[in-house]
Each structure stands twice: as C-alpha cells, then as structure tokens.
C-alpha cells in the first residue's frame, strides 16, 4: 500500500489512534487546492505538505514582495519578485519531493474557477478579499466539495468549513449580501501580525487533513480568534444550510449564478487600492 | 420575571472601532420596551407589588413588548455607537457582514431579531474577515 | 531607529494598534533563546525570525531524521544528519538575513543551562521530556526571565507561561512532584498530528512577541488544545506563585537546588528507549 | 440543598485512557457522602420532608460531610477507573502530574480535594503534557 519509506517518514502519525495505515493512504490520495500563498496560505501549505497529501494546487497570481515577508513563511529574499504559487512550490518540493505540485499563476475568476478546482477533493480559501470568497462558495458548491476558509486581521481571526457535510451551510448562508466596500478593509490598510495568519492557516491544514481522514464532525462551526483577548479561542454553533440560499438552497442554478456574476461588482466595484494594484 | 435583564455585549472583527473601541460592554435593560424599538422612552411605570404582571403569562400592555435583540440592536445605535450608525445597522437589522452570535450560537438558530433576552445573556457582534 | 527597508518589511505589522514603531523596535532590540528545534520550535523559529526580532539562540543536540519530517518543518530532506539548530538556523537566514542566530548543538544540563540561557530576554521552552522541562523552568526562575512553554502529544497541545509577571507560578508551582516513568509517553511511543504541534509552536511564537512587545496580561493561564473536540480550545485561570515552591518559593536557593540535581534521576531515570537513544 | 448534584467530568492529556477511552461523562453524587470517602455505603436515608436537614446551615450527622472534590476522586477511582488505579491516585489525591481543573479554572484556587461540589459544575482531569 505504501512504500517502506513512508512507514519511517509518516510513522509518527500512522501510530495515531483512529488515523493508521487507513489514514495515511487517504492522505496520499487526497488532492487539495489552496487559493492564496499568502499569510494563510503558507502555513496551511506546509503543513499539508509535510502531512503526506498527495497532491496540492496552488492558485495565486501576485508576486512576493519585501512586505509580505514578516509573515508568508514559505517566501524568501531569493524568491521576491518571484509568483507566490511558484515560490511556495519550490519551498514544498524541499519539505516533500514526493509531493506533486501543481502551482497555478493564475487570478481565479468566474470563467476558470469551477474547472481549476474541479481537479481537487477539497478547497481552501486562503485569499484576502471578499469577491473572491463568494465566488470559491459558490464554485464548491457547485462542485460538491468542502471550502476550508480562514480569514485573518489585525490581532484577530477566523476558521469556518463550508458546504461540508448533509446539512453545512454555504458562505452565501452566512451572508447573502456582501458587506459594504467601506467596511471591507485589507491586511494592508488594517495590517496584520504575522503569527496570526499562521494559527489560523495552521488549522486550516489540520481541518483538512482531519477531513480527508475521516476524524471531522459535521456540526456546524465557527472558530474566532484573537490574539489579545483571554480566552483566545471562542466557538460557535452555526446555522445550517439554508433551503432559500441563492447559492445552495433548494432550485438554485449556482453554475449559472457564477457564469452571470461579476464578483467584484457584486461586492462593490474595486476600491482604490485595488486599481492602483492592478486587479 | 424581573423588571430589567443585565447583559453581556461584546464586538469583534473591526466592529469595537464603532464603540469607543471597547470589545466588552455590560449593560442592563428594561425587560419591557416599547414595541416600535424607540428608545428614548421608560418603561411602563410599575409597581414593585404590580412585578407579577411581567411575568411569562402575563399580558403585557399594547405598545410594549419584552426585550428582544431587535430592541438592542436600536439601542446600541442609540445610546453606545460612537460614529457611523451605517456601518452597524442596516433598517431594522445588522448591516451585511456582521454576525450575532447569543451565547455563542448563531441567533439564526435563535429567532435572530425576534429572541427575547434573558438575564446574563451574552451578545456577540462579529464583523467577518476577508483578510489573509 | 530602523533602517528604510524595515519599514516596508515590517510595515503591516507596524501599523497595528498598540505596536507600531515602538514595538518593531522593542523586537528589533529583543533576544530570544529556543529550546528544542523540533515539532514546536520549527514553527515557533519560524514566525519569530520573521517578526524581526533581533537575536534569536536555538539550542537542540539531535539530529534531523526522516521520522521527524512530517511535522519539523523547518527541516528538509537535504539536511537528514544535520544537527536540528544548524538546519533550523540555515532555514532562518533564508526567511531573515539580518536575524543574528546562535546554532547551539549541545545538550542543555545543570553544567551550562544558566549560563547559555543567561544570555536572552525570554525563554521558550519547545522540548520533549519532563527532565529538560523541569530544569528550564528552575533556570528561568535563577535567571528571572519567562519561561513561554509548549507541548504536544497524540491530537493534543499545552500551552503556559511560566515565571511571568509579578505573581505568575513556575512550573515547580504546578507540578512539585515529577509524574511516575510510565506514565510520560514520547511522541515516539504515543503518535503526534504534525499540524497539532504546528498550532502549540505558532502560539508559542505569537505570546513571546507579545510579551516582547508589552501587548500580554500578566493573568497566570494555561491554554489546551485537543483537535478532535468541540470546542477545540479550552482557557483555565491558574493559580499564583506559590510561596512555598521550592524553585520560586520564598527563601528557595534555585541556583543551589539545579546544581545538585540530576534531573534525569529526578523524573525517574532514563526510560529504557532514552538508553538506546544514546542520551 | 438538593439531594444530590450532576456533575461534568472530562478526561485529557492521555487520562481518557484509563476511563475506558471515554473522554466525558455525566455523573450524579449524593449530596453527603461518608467522611472517610468510602463509596460502598448509600448516603443518610432522608425523608423527603426532612430534605431541609441537608440546607446549607443544617448540621451534618457524625461521620458524614457534603460531596467534595476528593469524595469524587474516590468515586472515579471505585467505579468508573478501568484499569492501573495507580496512574490516577496517589494517596488521597491526584498523582503528580495531573492537574484539576474546576470550571475552567485551577482546583488550587477552589480549595482541592475540600471544594464543595455543586449541582451542574464540570471537573477535569488533564495530564501535563511531555512531548514537543
Ligand atoms: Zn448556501
Ligand atoms: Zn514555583
């Protein structure tokens, strides 16, 4: 089933209760696709990485710059200017050269995403701003898969499995109208500390592998956190999939929904820095 | 029943810059208020021999109801929002991208607007992230 | 205060509330010692070399072997053999060129612990055995600096602070008597999730700069983490410094006390695996 | 005073492994329990009308005492420990190793072993963790 390597290099695991050889072949036939190698990103990457998954997709189309360094732990000084997905690669391939990697610098978009990440059994949403959250929702709602998404700000931050499970509702569930663009601020206009990114990517590797392993319940969550507050950790019961949701509900056309949708638009149009970076 | 509810609110995720950027606020409110969520008024003047009337049963008179997180929701607009009532409330509800939370449920699960507080119930505001 | 180029690296992290250029600097200024360069010190290294903090000692005496990369991500397939401080100090001058690390490939013991530690701010405590966790926490209370201590086994983590602030308990405070021989496993004999450690090091990173940065209450906490429950973190309110401790009580002679014990002999002597391990 | 509290008891740290790999469970104790911590015996046999008796200020019959942490201790180890008593007790309390936790917080700032346990309080037991 495996070879004799993987029982020394896995080993500490594969003597988990309730994860075994079972567990560990799971992994290596599991494909997984992080959006974003940025300050989520990168933790959750290695970590995955150095799990035993099978195959990883990395979708990212920025550059490393200088700023992103005090917390994308995947990028170096060597790699800046270098695209993220390119970068993270390399810097997997030194973690696991067993892993197949396919690093992907493209912008996500509604006309390529439900066929990128069709390729993959579970999503992570690991990207910085909400028009593409909506549209990875909506895409793995349409392809029937779990959507691991962490977000991160300031001191705080939050973990949350969508469309997981008989009953997980759907970001759209959640939130059925996009915020304001006023009240949408960025890790670079609200900046953000670094060791917060990796806690929240960190468990947002552990979800997953806990998923494909089969040691996920399906309860509902919300795992928030902040960083100077005691307790740091506060959980929360979350509705279920709602039947009038316009993305998962009963009826809904969702690959038609994407196809018609301008996601940034539909969040507002693009805010200034966003012109100003190119998007 | 008595005649007020103590509460324990708390913001999140940006919403506490709204609120003299204070997360945790204790706060404590009439158990009856008036049906149209204005707060500007007191609540009927009762009695202390009269506290049977807010009981469970009791009617309550027209034009008044018991504390619900509507109600609250007027009220931290009202009497604790420092700045920019916009970025927490939306009509008569929360502005897209906040989620409350009543004891650390989802008060979708709750009766959302519609629950009726009770003594030493917490309150959280949370607004959601998009950063990464 | 702090050359151009941090202020772009450091930029995101600057602009928090309460950090700013007073904090970046406070880290600039700061030195950190880290005990073990395993599942918890990889990834505690690695978000301290990247916040920017100035000098950062990593002190471990093993070697990397293929066993340990599942979840000692700092370490790679190119460094199986290396001593771990030497590949966790090589992994950190490529996230942070201008970090000054001190590799220390020795055992800590009663002979050099004070003097090695002596010499940085705060102390982390990354290691795996009850015997060096006893003696750091003696030496942090000789040495009057905190003790920010992590672990993990199986799904699980701990996470404490010891010797902080005016009335905060040593570890001895906690635990005066060592537990019996058999009843301390290894993450050799009981399995360890590497995401798990992931989660314990990443926190352990994150409350040192925040100590570093004067951003931590100095409430005595202890935080646990199981993967498998729900809610997966739980906070409990510790006791004081207790006066009659033996290691911080009043009138207690710590330096005297770590250097008249074993501590090997203290925690029951070497379990048999410790023997063929060569310690 | 009731007759008896329902207590939340949780195993970590590896503990769970000696409570037949069961990390929760619901137990309800008798209000009093002998002094010296023996579980065999059934506690006073009260009348229902006598229930005021075991009021806060009504004085305790010789030789029993209201339910304590340590009386718990002894419960667990008597009727719910599955193996190697050893790894949970040593003498009349916890083994090094193993700290109390008594609604989240330390059993050292409740008392220990002498805190009187009340209906609805959750314990838990966790081993500190070596590995790394
Ligand atoms: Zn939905
Ligand atoms: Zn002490």
Same mark, same amino acid.
């Given at each position: 089933m495996?070879?004799l390597?993987d029982?020394?290099r896995?080993?500490?695991?594969? %003597?988990?209760?309730? *994860?075994g050889?079972p567990?560990?072949?799971?992994?290596?036939?599991?494909?997984?696709?992080v959006?974003?190698a940025g300050?989520?990103?990168?933790?959750?990457?290695?970590?995955?990485?150095?799990?035993?998954?099978?195959?990883?997709g990395?979708?990212d189309h920025?550059?490393?710059e200088?700023?992103?360094?005090?917390?994308q732990?995947?990028?170096?000084?060597a790699?800046i200017?270098?695209p993220?997905?390119l @970068?993270a690669? +390399?810097?997997m391939?030194?973690?696991?050269p067993?892993? +197949?990697?396919d690093?992907?610098v493209q912008?996500?978009?509604s006309a390529?995403?439900?066929?990128?990440?069709?390729?993959?059994?579970?999503?992570l949403d690991?990207?910085?701003?909400a028009?593409?959250r909506y549209?990875?929702s909506?895409?793995?709602?349409?392809l029937?898969k779990?959507?691991? @998404?962490g977000?991160?700000q300031? *001191?705080?931050?939050q %973990?949350?499995?969508?469309?997981y499970?008989?009953?997980?509702?759907?970001?759209r569930?959640?939130f059925p109208?996009?915020?304001?663009?006023?009240?949408?601020g960025?890790?670079?206009?609200?900046g953000?500390?670094?060791?917060v990114?990796g806690v929240i990517g960190n468990?947002q590797?552990?979800?997953t592998?806990?998923i494909?392993?089969?040691l996920?319940d399906?309860?509902? @969550?919300l795992?928030l *956190?902040n960083?100077?507050?005691?307790?740091? *950790?506060?959980? %929360?019961?979350?509705?279920n999939? +709602?039947?009038?949701?316009?993305?998962?509900?009963?009826?809904?056309k969702t690959?038609g929904?994407i196809d018609?949708?301008d996601?940034v638009q539909f969040?507002g149009?693009?805010?200034a820095?966003?012109?100003?970076?190119g998007? | 029943m008595?005649?007020?509810?103590s509460?324990?609110i708390?913001?999140?995720?940006?919403?506490?810059?709204?609120?003299?950027?204070?997360?945790?606020?204790?706060l404590?409110l009439p158990?009856? =208020?008036p049906?149209d969520?204005?707060?500007?008024h007191?609540?009927?003047?009762l009695?202390?021999?009269?506290?049977s009337a807010?009981?469970?049963?009791?009617p309550?008179?027209d034009g008044?109801k018991? =504390?619900d =997180?509507?109600?609250?929701?007027?009220h931290?607009?009202?009497h604790?929002?420092?700045e920019?009532?916009?970025?927490?409330?939306?009509?008569?509800? =929360?502005?897209?991208g906040?989620?409350v939370l009543?004891?650390?449920t989802?008060?979708?699960l709750?009766?959302?607007?519609e629950?009726?507080?009770?003594?030493g119930?917490?309150v959280?505001?949370?607004s959601t992230?998009h950063?990464g």
């Amino acid at each position: 089933m495996l070879p004799l390597e993987d029982y020394r290099r896995y080993g500490r695991q594969m %003597i988990l209760e309730g *994860f075994g050889l079972p567990g560990q072949v799971k992994l290596k036939e599991a494909s997984v696709a992080v959006v974003g190698a940025g300050g989520l990103g990168c933790p959750a990457l290695q970590y995955l990485a150095a799990s035993g998954i099978g195959r990883i997709g990395v979708i990212d189309h920025d550059v490393v710059e200088l700023s992103n360094l005090h917390r994308q732990i995947l990028h170096t000084e060597a790699t800046i200017g270098m695209p993220k997905a390119l @970068s993270a690669a +390399k810097a997997m391939a030194a973690i696991n050269p067993q892993l +197949k990697v396919d690093a992907v610098v493209q912008a996500l978009s509604s006309a390529n995403a439900t066929e990128l990440l069709g390729l993959y059994d579970i999503i992570l949403d690991c990207t910085d701003n909400a028009p593409t959250r909506y549209l990875l929702s909506d895409v793995a709602v349409t392809l029937g898969k779990p959507l691991v @998404s962490g977000a991160a700000q300031r *001191f705080e931050g939050q %973990i949350c499995i969508y469309n997981y499970g008989e009953n997980g509702p759907c970001y759209r569930c959640l939130f059925p109208k996009p915020p304001a663009q006023e009240t949408v601020g960025t890790c670079e206009e609200t900046g953000i500390l670094g060791a917060v990114t990796g806690v929240i990517g960190n468990l947002q590797a552990l979800e997953t592998i806990k998923i494909i392993v089969g040691l996920k319940d399906q309860a509902p @969550s919300l795992l928030l *956190f902040n960083a100077l507050q005691t307790p740091p *950790f506060r959980s %929360i019961k979350l509705r279920n999939r +709602k039947p009038a949701c316009a993305a998962c509900g009963l009826g809904a056309k969702t690959q038609g929904m994407i196809d018609a949708t301008d996601y940034v638009q539909f969040c507002g149009g693009p805010p200034a820095n966003w012109v100003e970076r190119g998007l | 029943m008595a005649s007020s509810v103590s509460l324990k609110i708390e913001f999140g995720g940006g919403l506490e810059l709204l609120f003299a950027n204070q997360r945790s606020h204790k706060l404590t409110l009439p158990a009856l =208020v008036p049906s149209d969520n204005s707060t500007a008024h007191s609540p009927p003047n009762l009695d202390p021999d009269t506290d049977s009337a807010t009981s469970d049963d009791a009617p309550i008179a027209d034009g008044w109801k018991r =504390v619900d =997180v509507t109600y609250l929701l007027h009220h931290l607009r009202d009497h604790l929002l420092k700045e920019r009532p916009e970025l927490f409330m939306d009509k008569e509800t =929360v502005r897209p991208g906040i989620l409350v939370l009543i004891n650390d449920t989802d008060w979708e699960l709750e009766g959302e607007g519609e629950y009726v507080l009770k003594d030493g119930d917490e309150v959280v505001f949370i607004s959601t992230l998009h950063g990464g």
